[in-house]
């Protein structure tokens, strides 16, 4: 059983900062491109950033800038730090991974939970 689970989300002040996790666990072969998407109240979720196996990044226009995706292989872990928080960033952020499993063929997509970001005076 793969699992994703994030953290760091919460209520924070326009400028603000909030760094977000998301950790893979469970029994897998490797973690392919990763990335993470948000849905606010009324809206399609939306690519906000990923990134692959090694370095290369892509970010939605609306927070190139000011979020930042990165990820720590040895631990299964990808983050997002945001700054310079707007009130349009509210929303629940959720984490994405492109996962090979042992003996499977393919690879499979795995979602988290989501965490809800909150930015607001």
């Known amino acids: 059983q793969v699992q994703l689970v994030e953290s760091g989300g919460g209520l924070v002040q326009p400028g603000g900062s909030l760094r977000l996790s998301c950790a893979a666990s469970?029994?897998?072969?490797?973690?392919?491109?990763m990335a993470w998407y948000r849905q606010a109240p009324g809206k399609h979720r939306e690519l906000v950033a990923a990134?692959?196996?090694?370095?290369?990044?892509n970010y939605a226009d609306s927070v190139k800038g000011r979020f930042t995706i990165s990820r720590d292989n040895t631990q299964n872990t990808m983050y997002l730090q945001m700054n310079s928080l707007k009130p349009e960033d509210t929303a629940v952020y959720y984490c994405d991974a492109k996962i090979t499993r042992f003996g499977v063929a393919g690879v499979y997509d795995y979602w988290g939970q989501g965490t809800q970001v909150t930015v607001s005076s």
């Open positions: 469970g029994i897998f072969s490797s973690i392919n491109a």
């Open positions: 990134i692959t196996t090694g370095t290369s990044t």
